[in-house]
């Protein structure tokens, strides 16, 4: 992947394309963005800031998806 950097995402190294954000990853991995909780860096990232925080290299990502049933 060219203008690339590597991150962490639930312990998986990959590439990201660089200036994209979390949402943008969330994408990428199709997730859907309310049913997931994400820890970057050790520390909750709050939903509100997923659209504006720009991935960084050597980010690490803890990814939680919820699944509903009984």
């Known amino acids: ?3 690339s950097l590597v991150i962490t995402v639930n312990g998986e190294r990959r590439e990201m394309a660089s200036g994209a954000t979390v949402l943008d990853l969330l994408r990428e ?3 859907d963005s309310g049913l997931v909780a994400i820890e ?3 520390e909750i990232l709050p ?3 997923w659209m504006d925080s720009r991935i960084q290299p ?3 990502f803890e990814i939680v998806h919820f699944v509903g049933g009984g």
């Open 40 to 42: 970057r860096n050790q």
């Open 1 to 3: 992947m060219s203008d």
């Open 29 to 31: 991995l199709r997730l």
């Open 58 to 60: 050597d980010d690490s």
């Open 47 to 49: 939903r509100a800031r």
